[in-house]
Each structure stands twice: as structure tokens, then as C-alpha cells.
């Protein structure tokens, strides 16, 4: 019988309303078998309503049911002629439902051939072929409808296990390929995990269009076929599946070395980074691969997901790269997971606050300006620093929030301010580099800003150098909105990363950050440690953007950067972060 048909009681409760009819009914008419025959049918279906109800039915019960159907169905014709053959119609019917195209044709055509014998001392010679013809037409259309339910079947299993655009498993059949060998793996045969995840997929399909990306996941797809079927000729065992868009799963199982181990990874980024053209376009695809093995028993969400983690944790290192899942990784994981919590109950709880680390014009004695920075008075969060969890945040999605929250807290601080207003003075906030794709980022600052009543004039949002490494054309048109409404744009950390000085030009900011590191070379041991700032004052004033140098810790840092004509200062040696109103009382020292 198809296990995947289901228990239907409604064919049930009126096949009983037939039998019981019918047991009345031959009862009245004198005809005491075939009522006994309705009455067994009737006890029959009884039970299997009872066994239902408890959740004790099984297939066993249907058989019997249906076997008992097709005895009352021939002795109705043996007892009735053509009434009773009239009831296999409906049978041949069951038949089909319940049983595969070959046993309900087997089974149709044996019922049919002992209906007809019982039924001969009731019919002649021409009513015998009348009524063979319609009952061969039913079953020869039966058994094709019946030919064709499966064909469809068939199609529609392999669709729910197969992924529509590569054709290989999908997640679904990986499971349930992994649960078979939760059962399997032993100390001999062990299981490994390859999750490989293509570098910079979203871009590819931005630039280039969905189409584009789908044929090249099939290439992927193809060529690390190709790369299993060779490992498959050592290890049988073994598929691969696609179970995210731009992820696939490679699995293993088997007896193998460690050299194997540390070879697959390698092999299989040969077969991603092998592709060097895609509808003929020149094209460069990489990788990063994550493993996880087993040589125990495991849950397979366990092995998915540690094969997951490790495959972004080689993304974070470079391209091109495999990572093995490992005890001190499942630490540093659990540590996130421990700081997204804190920062959710933070941000739930209101527990972040805004000190600010003046800055200071050219003459190093003067607050021009302030940078907002983030604090926390949860004290479990508090024991890391910004620069801990910020990263954190922004790789679990909650920097939005965070930077909404900055952004709200900074102008309700200038809107209450006797600096409000104040042309002169300019309050810078750290944003994400996320915000380069928010659309909505330039209209929402500027709607907080009318309602607080703060001037965008006075605001200058900051970014990371490394924020553009995946600088876009929506990133420049997100920044040139921001600037359209009076807000200004500064690059913090300015050095550090490798794509600034070549495509300076190319962003729309205002202000250069040197970054502290750069700074920090400066002292009083040789000229040449100040280079790179040299370098990087050079470069801005050339495109007339205004500089700020942080981390200035003494007096030589100043002085040398004052004769080389920086813009503005901020550092521990002119004042560190403090209150809003402790700076507020600074800057109304330097009047008095």
C-alpha cells in the first residue's frame, strides 16, 4: 500500500452507512448471507474507526478492509449477477487509491476475472461481453491514471528533496541523508562537514543581475560535482547539497586520513576558483570553506551549524580560506551570543549613554567640536569595550538600533544645549558602514534633526576607512543625500585601510581622521616617524577636506602637528572623553 496515502474516515463512516443500509435492506428481502456479509463489513469498519481513534491504525487494517470488500464484491455477484458487478467499479477505484499502478492492476484484472465466473449462472453469452468491455475500459483507464499519479509523485519527491536551480540536495534531503547516519557512524567511519560559502555573492548579483548569479551557482554547482565524483571513487559515501543561496554543503563519511581532511578544502575551492568566465564575462569567484567532523554520535542541526560557523569565521580572515570548527571557536561563539543578549537587554532597558571627547582647533587650545561616544550602565556589558561589542552588533543586526539610538540621544543633548545653534561648533557621530545601503538613512537623520531642532550644519556623521571596501554607487548616493541636507561626512581611521589613497578622490567627505597609530609614531626621536601623517595632511589638503589627527598623547604629537598645519586635535593629552556638561564647562574656561 502507498504509505503516503492518508487515513480518510469519511470514506469510512458512509461506507458503514452503505453496509448498514444494505444489511437492512437484504434483510427484509430475505437474502440472509449477503446481510451477514454487510453486517461483517460493518463490524469490520467499527474497528478500524475504534483503532483510528486510539492512533493504534495501521496499514494491516486497510488491506484487510479491502480485502474483505473485494470477497463481498464477488459474492454479491455470485449471489445478485449484474447488481453485484456493478460494485466493481468502485473497487477498481479503491484499487488504484490505496495500491501502486502494478499491484492494482494485478489485483483489478484477478477480482475482475472471479467476479465474472461467480457471476456466469446469471448472465448469457451477450450480456457477459456487454459487461466485460466497460469493466476492461475502467481498468486500463485506471491503471494509466494510476501510471501517471505516480509520474507526478515521483516528480514532486524529487522536487521536495532536489534544489530547483542546481538539481543537487536540498536542505531537507541533506537531513535526512544525516539521519541516517546518526545511526551509522562508529569509531571506524567517521563524518565530515564542508560548508563553502561564496566571497561577495550579493555583489555579484547587484552588479551583474539575479540571472547571472543563477548560472553561476550552477557552474559552482557543476565543477563541485565534478570535484565529489572524484572523491567518491575513495569514498562512496558522500553528496552535496545547496542550502542557501550561495551556500553549499559537502559531506563525508568514512574511514580517512587526516591528510584527506586537510586536503578536501582545497580541492574543492580548486573547483570554485577555477571559474574565470560566466556568460562571457570575465569574472573572478572565491570561497571560504568551514569543517566540522564527527566520530560519534551527533545531531545533525549540531554538525550544520558548527560547519556554518566556521565558514564565516574563514570569511573574516581572508579569501580563499578553510577553517575548522574547533573548541576555543564554540568559546568565542558563545561569547557573542553572550553580548548580542547583553546588548539586546541594553537596548530594551535604555542603558546606553553618550560621554564625548572634545576636539580642538589649530591652535590646539580651543573646543571646536565634540565626537559622541557610545557607553553602557549594564554592568555586565560595561566589562567590554565599544570596540568589542559594536562589531558584534553589527554582525547580528543590531547596529541599526544602536546607531538610531546614538543618533537620537547626540541631538536631544545639542537641542538642550547652549550650543545649539552654534555654527561653530560640530558634533561628530559614529555610524555603521551598514547605513552606505540603508536608503532610508539621509530622510530619517534629517526628520530626527527638525524634531529635536538641531542644525545638520553642526552634525558630521563619521565612517570607517574599512567601511569602504564595498563601496558602491548607492554608498556615494547615500552620502551625497546626507550632505544635500547640511549634515558633513568625515573617514575615520584614515590609513589603515588599503583602498583610501587611490580612491580618495571618488568619496564625498569632508574631513579625514588620522588614525592613532599614526599619531602614536610621532615623537621625538627622528622626523621620519612622522612621515605617514606628513603623508596623509598632504593628500587631504590637496583635495581641500579638513583634518583631524587623533590619539595625540603629549606635547611633541601637538607641536608637530601644529607646524604642519593640522585642522583640529582630539587625545588624552588635551582632554580625554567626559560628560556633556564637564565639556560644556571647558569650553566656558577658555572664555573666562
Known amino acids: 500500500m502507498r504509505t503516503s496515502v492518508p487515513f480518510n474516515k469519511y470514506f469510512y463512516y458512509i461506507a458503514f452507512a452503505c453496509f448498514t443500509f444494505y444489511a437492512v435492506f437484504h434483510s427484509f428481502r ?60 468502485p473497487l ?49 483507464i485506471s491503471f494509466l ?130 571559474i574565470n568566465q560566466i556568460n562571457n564575462v570575465s569574472i573572478s ?67 546606553f549613554y553618550l560621554v564625548f571627547m572634545p576636539v580642538y582647533g589649530p591652535s590646539g587650545r580651543k573646543i571646536t567640536g565634540a565626537e559622541a561616544l557610545i557607553r553602557t550602565h549594564n554592568d555586565v556589558l560595561s566589562h567590554y569595550t565599544p570596540d568589542v561589542y559594536i562589531p558584534i552588533a553589527e554582525e547580528y543586526g543590531l547596529i541599526q538600533q544602536i546607531d538610531e539610538l546614538v543618533i537620537k540621544k547626540a541631538f536631544s543633548t545639542l537641542k538642550h544645549s547652549s550650543l545649539n545653534q552654534n555654527s561653530g561648533f560640530v558634533l561628530a557621530i559614529n555610524i555603521s558602514s551598514q547605513q552606505l545601503q540603508n536608503k532610508q538613512f539621509a530622510n530619517m537623520v534629517y526628520n530626527m534633526a527638525l524634531e529635536e531642532g538641531v542644525q545638520p550644519n553642526q552634525i558630521e556623521f563619521e565612517l570607517t576607512e574599512t567601511a569602504l571596501v564595498d563601496f558602491d554607487q548607492t554608498s556615494i548616493d547615500i552620502i551625497k543625500q546626507t550632505k544635500e541636507y547640511g549634515f558633513s561626512v568625515a573617514l575615520d581611521d584614515f590609513g589603515t585601510g588599503y583602498t583610501a589613497f587611490s580612491q580618495l578622490r571618488n568619496f564625498p567627505v569632508d574631513t579625514l581622521k588620522i588614525d592613532r597609530s599614526f599619531t602614536s609614531n610621532i615623537d621625538d626621536s627622528g622626523v621620519d616617524q612622522g612621515k605617514m601623517v606628513d603623508v596623509i ?23 608637530y602637528l601644529k607646524h604642519r598645519h593640522c585642522d583640529s586635535y582630539q587625545g588624552y593629552y588635551l582632554s580625554k572623553p567626559v560628560q556633556w556638561d564637564e565639556m560644556l564647562a571647558l569650553i566656558h574656561n577658555e572664555t573666562t
Open 30 to 89: 430475505g437474502n440472509n448471507f449477503i446481510a451477514s456479509i454487510s453486517i461483517v463489513n460493518i463490524v469490520m469498519i467499527s474497528c478500524i474507526l475504534i483503532q483510528h481513534t486510539r492512533d493504534m491504525l495501521r496499514p494491516a487494517h486497510n488491506n484487510i478492509m479491502i480485502l474483505l470488500l473485494s470477497l463481498t464484491v464477488v459474492i454479491a455477484c455470485y449471489e445478485l449477477g449484474t447488481r453485484g458487478i456493478i460494485y466493481i467499479f
Open 285 to 351: 569567484v572565491d570561497a571560504c570553506i568551514g569543517v566540522t567532523s564527527r566520530s560519534m554520535t551527533f545531531e545533525y542541526e549540531h554538525v550544520i551549524k558548527e560547519a556554518h560557523i566556521a565558514m564565516y569565521e574563514a570569511k573574516k580572515i581572508s579569501k580563499n580560506k578553510t577553517y575548522f570548527y574547533s573548541s576555543a571557536l564554540a568559546h568565542k561563539v558563545k561569547e557573542k551570543l553572550k553580548i548580542v543578549e547583553l546588548l539586546q537587554k541594553a537596548l530594551l532597558n535604555d542603558d
Open 92 to 140: 477498481v477505484a479503491g484499487y488504484i487509491y490505496y495500491y501502486k499502478a502494478k499491484t492494482a492492476i494485478i489485483s483489478s484484472t484477478l477480482l475482475c476475472v472471479i467476479a465474472l465466473i461467480c457471476s456466469l449462472k446469471h448472465l448469457d453469452y451477450e450480456t457477459m461481453i456487454r459487461t466485460i468491455v466497460p469493466i476492461v475500459i475502467t481498468v486500463v
Open 145 to 274: 491514471y494510476a501510471k501517471k499519479v505516480e509520474f507526478h509523485q515521483t516528480q514532486l519527491r524529487h522536487i521536495a528533496k532536489s534544489d530547483y536551480l542546481t538539481g543537487l540536495f536540498n536542505r531537507r534531503k541533506l537531513i535526512s541523508w544525516l539521519k541516517d547516519k546518526q545511526n551509522q557512524i562508529d569509531k571506524r567511519n567517521h563524518l565530515l562537514v564542508l560548508c563553502l560559502g561564496v566571497d561577495n555573492f550579493k555583489y555579484i548579483n547587484d552588479h551583474y543581475g539575479h540571472s547571472f548569479g543563477d548560472v553561476l551557482l550552477q557552474k559552482i554547482a557543476d565543477n563541485l560535482t565534478q570535484q565529489l565524483n572524484n572523491i567518491q571513487h575513495t569514498y562512496p559515501d558522500s553528496v552535496l547539497s545547496r542550502v542557501a543561496g550561495d551556500e553549499f554543503i559537502v559531506c563525508v563519511y568514512g574511514h580517512f586520513p587526516f591528510s584527506f581532511v586537510k586536503a578536501i578544502g582545497a580541492t574543492l575551492l580548486e573547483g570554485v576558483n577555477g
Open 537 to 559: 595632511l598632504t593628500l587631504a589638503h590637496l583635495y581641500n577636506l579638513n583634518v583631524v589627527a587623533e590619539g595625540v598623547e603629549n606635547h611633541e604629537q601637538l607641536d
